[in-house]
């Protein structure tokens, strides 16, 4: 994206205020988006990463079980 600002420029027509806003505008607009889609990204990844682990334990929790009901048995 470029810049209408000029570092050795300090003073600006009507018109060239206006576009200058204007691009400052779209560049914000355009960092919002950007900044909206990565947090999508981020909530999925994490929404993601808690079904993980959640069938992970559904799984681990039965088999730890079973194993103390064993121990148990074994021990009776």
Same mark, same amino acid.
Do not use: C, G, W
């Given at each position: 994206?470029?810049? !209408?600002?000029?570092? @050795?420029?300090?003073?600006?027509?009507? @018109?060239?205020? @206006? #576009? /200058?806003?204007?691009?400052?505008? *779209?560049?914000?607009?355009? /960092? $919002?988006?950007? $900044?909206? *889609?990565?947090?999508?990204?981020?909530? #999925? /990844?994490?929404?993601? +990463?808690?079904?993980?682990?959640? *069938? !992970? +334990?559904?799984?681990?929790?039965? /088999? =730890?079980?079973?194993?103390?009901?064993? %121990? =148990? %048995? *074994? !021990?009776?």
């Amino acid at each position: 994206m470029e810049t !209408a600002v000029k570092d @050795d420029k300090f003073k600006y027509n009507k @018109d060239e205020r @206006d #576009r /200058l806003v204007e691009n400052i505008r *779209m560049t914000i607009e355009d /960092l $919002n988006v950007k $900044n909206d *889609m990565q947090l999508q990204t981020i909530t #999925r /990844l994490t929404n993601e +990463r808690y079904e993980s682990y959640q *069938m !992970a +334990r559904s799984i681990l929790k039965p /088999l =730890h079980d079973d194993k103390i009901n064993k %121990a =148990h %048995a *074994m !021990a009776k």
